[in-house]
């Protein structure tokens, strides 16, 4: 079956662009969540979703970040007035429930900053 | 405000058994033991779970102390290829948070 997919796999922009990151979960998961990484880092916790709402945002770095997840599948991550050093791999990962099941991470999307 | 304590890194022979420790004092009694693996240019990988029993898989073994304040990942016999960080991370009333986890070198 399919698992965790992250569109685009790569994308540059222009530092003060907007930028939208999506996430399509593992169809049946509750559980979505949004990590950033830099390079020699660990993954860095952004917002977790149960469902369609926010279960906890409080890894968001600043209001330039956004998350939603309407319909409590599909989720974008949208990045306003991007900064060079917002330049990271954002991966996404989903899990039955969160808290007792593993999660499945999608291959991430590579963000250029420049 | 971390959960988990691993050491930074660790050192292996290959096709030697690894053991992995983690020190979690402060978990809750909802709180499910987790580990995952990162290996160079890739995404987190499941590796393990558990609540209160010993869990083996076809990857792993995972031992929990009767406390539960600390847990031990085994891997059998280590390849080349469980070269990787290593995380042990607690889900209960937080969700899946990574900390610094342990690198793991596997000599050939």
Known sequence: ?114 | DAKTTQPNSMESNEEEPVHLPCNHSTISGTDYIHWYRQLPSQGPEYVIHGLTSNVNNRMASLAIAEDRKSSTLILHRATLRDAAVYYCILTGNTPLVFGKGTRLSVIA
Request: with cysteine; proline share 4%.
């Open chain 1, 1 to 114: 079956g399919a698992g965790v997919s992250q569109t685009p796999s790569n994308k540059v922009t222009e530092k003060g662009k907007y930028v939208e990151l999506r996430c399509d979960p593992i169809s049946g998961h509750t559980a979505l969540y949004w990590y950033r990484q830099s390079l020699g880092q660990g993954p860095e916790f952004l917002i977790y979703f149960q469902g369609t709402g926010a279960a906890d945002d409080s890894g968001l770095p600043n209001d330039r970040f956004f998350a939603v997840r309407p319909e409590g599948s599909v989720s974008t991550l949208k990045i306003q007035r991007t900064e060079r050093g917002d330049s990271a791999v954002y991966l996404c990962a989903s899990s039955l429930d969160g808290r007792r099941t593993e999660a499945f991470f999608g291959q991430g999307t590579r963000l250029t900053v420049v």
